[in-house]
């Protein structure tokens, strides 16, 4: 979103009044991120906030490489029911993240935004968001014909990132496994180092996430591949790399959206 006088520099359209909004829609910024994240367990040196903040953080980032877009209210809570055997955990069922998803899409485009991007933080969100979008896309030109609504929704490529990009900067990256990680507790860190135990760093299962055990997880749950509900091993951490991920995530899913628009257009 272009910066004027008139109107703030924030990108969260929160932030705005209904008259900017307005404005900033008539001057030309009608794409806007939907970051989905949750509220579940991370570990014992994380958060259950994780995914909701990481959320927020990446929508800002992802909007910022997108070009005059602004960021939508995190949805905070997702489909969590792998994470139910860790206490504090919040899910809600894949029919419900339809609906609101379904709700927010079409409050968006009848404002004017005409292309909408869902982005999800937390794994168990990637598959639901996939499946929706064909009725997500249909709900919304039913009522707005002609805006384009996507996700990302590359769960196993996103965690290859992750891996790729810890091993480049610090040689850990065999500590990344896909929840509560060095990936992840290092995003944290960079974000809210008051929130992170520190402390409380220690390896849960490592090794190679695969779809046979992200098939696992989501059929068993997470309490059944590690009792301290971690992917992974945090040790090693630093803010630094977290915001080398954030970066680094941002431009991947902005590319995406970015490259899958003009394929749609060509």
Not at 55 to 60: D, F, N, S
Not at 116 to 143: Q, T
Not at 170 to 182: C, F, P, Q, S
Request: aromatic fraction near 4%.
């Amino acid at each position: 979103m272009t910066s004027t006088p008139d109107l703030p520099d924030s990108l969260l359209l929160e932030h705005h009044t209904w008259p900017e909004v307005e404005l900033a829609i008539t001057r030309g910024t009608t794409v806007i991120v939907v970051p989905v994240g949750a509220i579940e367990q991370h570990g014992p040196h994380l958060p259950l906030c994780v995914d909701a903040n990481l959320g927020t953080a990446l929508g800002i980032r992802i909007a910022r490489s997108l070009g005059d877009a602004l960021v939508a209210p995190t949805i905070r809570v997702g489909c969590s029911e792998h994470h139910m055997g860790f206490a504090g955990t919040v899910s809600i069922r894949p029919e419900t993240l339809r609906a609101i998803c379904r709700d927010y899409a079409v409050s968006l485009a009848r404002h004017g935004f005409d292309r909408i991007y869902f982005v999800p933080s937390h794994g168990g969100n990637f598959k639901p968001l996939e499946a929706m979008l064909p009725s997500l896309r249909d709900a919304v030109n039913e009522v707005v014909p002609g805006v384009r609504v996507d996700a990302y929704t590359d769960l196993l490529g996103l965690v290859g990132l992750w891996k790729w990009v810890v091993e480049e900067e610090t040689g850990l990256g065999a500590r990344v496994g896909g929840h509560a990680d060095i990936a992840e507790a290092s995003e944290m860190l960079h974000l809210h180092p008051e929130l992170v135990r520190v402390g409380r760093a220690e390896p849960g299962l490592v090794g190679e996430l695969d779809q046979a055990m992200v098939d696992r997880v989501f059929e068993k749950g997470l309490r059944a591949v590690t009792a301290n509900g971690i992917l992974g091993d945090p040790r090693g951490m630093s803010a630094e790399l977290g915001s080398t991920l954030l970066d680094a995530t941002a431009r991947v899913i902005a590319k995406h959206f970015i490259e899958a628009e003009g394929d749609e257009e060509a």
